[in-house]
């Protein structure tokens, strides 16, 4: 049996020019800005579409089903939840239809800027989100990119499915799990973690 057990990881919070962003239609359905999870100054930066729920109805946090697979499969390759920071390509959770290409146009300058504080060695896009957003001229997707190494912007990335796909579709978390192993052996390779 394994002694995998998810935990939240510690919210990163936004930093001032960002807490009250009312740059696109987000702002109207969110709660608060989410800004990362983990540790800041992570050598392994894991980037996801959209943050998730990360409170119950009494404001308690837990670990949703999307962040338990990614951390299922974190245990799986062996990648301590330390060396990772996770942040997302929206910084608001969206709880209704909005235009999607506009959200992410207007939040992909937090992204750049997390970049360029982060101590970010390795990159690891989940989901055709991710692909289409950071590649936006390729027709790529996941299933195309997965076990090589790309380059965004002077940084070595790799690509996987999205947890959320993962959860919807179980066969995918060996995969998942073997694009983090490919993760840990770079990271190995290059005497991150």
């Known amino acids: 049996m394994s002694d995998f057990m998810p935990v939240p990881l510690k919210e990163d919070p936004p930093p001032s020019h960002a807490v009250d962003c009312r740059r696109c239609e ?3 359905q969110r709660q608060r800005v989410i800004w990362g999870e983990g540790t800041p100054g992570a050598p392994i930066f894991i980037l996801l579409d959209n943050p998730g729920m990360r409170e119950d109805a009494e404001g308690n946090p837990f670990v949703c089903g999307t962040r338990e697979a990614l951390q299922q499969g974190m245990y799986e390759a062996g990648l301590a939840p330390e060396k990772v920071y996770v ?3 929206l910084k608001c959770r969206p709880r209704r239809a909005y235009n999607k290409p506009l959200a992410r146009e207007t939040c992909f300058p937090y992204f750049q800027y997390q970049l360029s504080v982060s101590k970010a060695s390795l990159l690891l896009g989940l989901g055709n989100t991710v692909v289409q ?4 001229h390729d027709e790529s997707d996941v299933k195309s990119l997965r076990g090589r190494w790309h380059d965004f912007q002077g940084i070595p990335i790799a ?3 999205h947890p959320l796909a993962v959860r919807r579709r179980p066969a995918l978390q060996k995969y998942l799990a073997e694009d983090l192993r490919f993760v840990v052996r770079k990271a190995k390779e290059m ?3």
Do not use: E, G, R
């Not at 957003?133 to 936006?136: D, H």
């Open 159 to 161: 690509f996987s499915y």
């Open 191 to 193: 005497s991150l973690i």
């Open 87 to 89: 942040s997302f390509l």
């Open 133 to 136: 957003t950071l590649f936006p």
């Open 26 to 28: 987000l702002a109207n």
